[in-house]
């Protein structure tokens, strides 16, 4: 139904910047809110940031100030700028939309992840 493909990942320095990217397909125009989470080895699986169909966003705390999403409705793309990277943000990071209804509170689809690594 909805078919998402991530983009952007790769090996950066502490204090570097990387881009991700998260291309949505097949029935894209439902969806209502897109983010990124990300799971580090021996870690659960953490929402970074979310962004809803209008704009609204909401972010992990660690992630404040450093981090920002953006979405383009006619690409039915998402973003997420990441600035200066930690160690701590060694991930992969899965791009994920939410698609809301009246028959079930919503439905999620999940990208294949991204590996993003902070390292010196």
């Known amino acids: 139904q909805v078919q998402l493909v991530e983009s952007g990942g790769g090996l950066v320095q502490p204090g570097g910047s990387l881009r991700l990217s998260c291309a949505a397909s097949?029935?894209?125009?439902?969806?209502?809110?897109m983010g990124w989470y990300r799971q580090a080895p021996g870690k659960e699986r953490e929402s970074v940031a979310v962004i809803s169909s209008g704009g609204r966003t909401n972010y992990l705390d660690s992630a404040k100030g450093r981090f920002t999403i953006s979405r383009d409705n006619a690409k039915n793309t998402v973003y997420l700028q990441m600035n200066s990277l930690k160690p701590e943000d060694t991930a992969v990071y899965y791009c994920?939309?939410?698609?809301?209804?009246?028959?079930?509170?919503?439905?999620?689809?999940w990208g294949q992840g991204t590996q993003v690594t902070v390292s010196s």
């Open positions: 994920n939309a939410k698609v809301y209804g009246s028959i079930v509170r919503y439905r999620q689809y």
């Open positions: 097949g029935s894209s125009s439902s969806i209502d809110v």
